[in-house]
């Protein structure tokens, strides 16, 4: 693939970044390229430390389910934790502990989940440079039935070639941002993320109508506008309709993929990454509609 390749959609490329809005073809600029070229110094650490990826986007857009996808597709899904080149954490792992007053507060749903202050980003950044320095780290699990850390749960992560963290607010941090060595924005519209979080919150997160709406009209909705949405700028892709675009996560599974073969650390091991001919969308055998 050529490295003046260039995406030529309906994006358009600022400042070394690429704004894509509707259509993709390839995903490559001259800047990426560069940027590629230089993996042992973007972030001020060496070169054996992980790709880091942050990946942004409102709630329910997909973000999980975007990592799922580069995962899968980077051949990692079945290895066992300790075998795994490719990790995913959460940013959900990073939420503060909670004082009695704000703790009664969450539970009738009147605590700001999607303000900044929720999150301990000095703890957060604090473990990136730990798994940046290529070190195991262990990242809590968030319950958010008991709107806590849960005291007994956490993920090992193990020394890894890539490492994807998502969240609502992944780039909102400056210190944490600036570690990233490649930054996704996952772009669904607010319908479709507010008609996913409804069930997934009754369903999976113990709550009811009442309470996810009141939530997400009187917090979740104008975090996002005011300190969400801004932070889309930062983005090197952005990715409209999220987990559907398999073109575009084809196209950043590959640029992982060869960022990774250049860069002077081991060469992983990856599964043969599919083209974009080869994917499900292209040949028919896509799950979901756009
Ligand atoms: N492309 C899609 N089509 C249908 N449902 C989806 C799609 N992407 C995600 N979902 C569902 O929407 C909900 C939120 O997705 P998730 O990936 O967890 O979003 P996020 O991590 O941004 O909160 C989940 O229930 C998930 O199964
Ligand atoms: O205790 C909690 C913690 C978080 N939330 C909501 O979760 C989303 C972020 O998770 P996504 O998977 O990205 O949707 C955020 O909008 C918070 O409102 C919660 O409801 N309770």
New binding site residues.
């Given amino acids: 693939m050529s490295m003046s390749a260039v995406l030529r959609g309906r994006g358009s490329v600022r400042s070394g970044l690429l704004f894509v809005k509707k259509s993709y073809r390839l995903i490559y600029t001259q800047k990426m390229a560069e940027k590629s070229a230089e993996y042992t110094s973007t972030n001020g650490f060496e070169s054996k430390t992980p790709f880091l990826i942050g990946v942004a ?1 409102g ?7 975007v990592c799922q996808r580069i995962v899968e597709k980077l051949g990692q899904q079945h290895k066992e934790q300790t075998e795994r080149r490719v990790v995913c954490i959460s940013q959900d792992s990073f939420y503060r502990t909670l004082s009695p007053s704000e703790r009664m507060r969450a539970e009738r749903g009147q605590f700001n989940f999607d303000h900044p202050d929720a999150f301990d980003d000095k703890k957060l950044l604090a473990v990136l440079k730990d798994i940046l320095a290529g070190k195991k780290v262990e990242v809590p699990e968030y319950d958010y039935i008991t709107n806590s850390i849960s005291p007994h749960r956490s993920h090992t992560i193990y020394p890894a070639d890539v490492v994807l963290i ?1 969240g609502i607010l992944v780039f909102y941090f400056p210190e944490v941002r600036e570690l990233f060595h490649m930054k996704l924005f ?1 772009d669904t519209d607010s319908d479709t993320r507010l008609a ?1 979080r409804v069930p ?1 919150d009754i369903m999976e997160r113990g709550r009811d109508l009442e309470q996810v709406l009141n939530q997400y009209m009187n917090f979740v909705k104008p975090a996002f506008e005011e300190f969400c949405l801004p932070t889309k700028k930062f983005a090197d892709v952005i990715i409209p309709r ?3 675009n398999l073109v575009a996560i084809d196209l950043i599974v590959q640029h992982i993929s060869d960022y990774l073969k250049r860069s002077p650390s081991e060469k992983p091991e990856f599964a043969s990454v599919p083209s974009v001919s080869d994917s499900p969308h292209r040949s028919g055998k896509s799950g ?1 509609p756009h």
């Fill in positions: 986007g709630t329910a857009s997909g973000k999980s389910t998502e996952v996913r997934r999220g987990a559907d979901r």
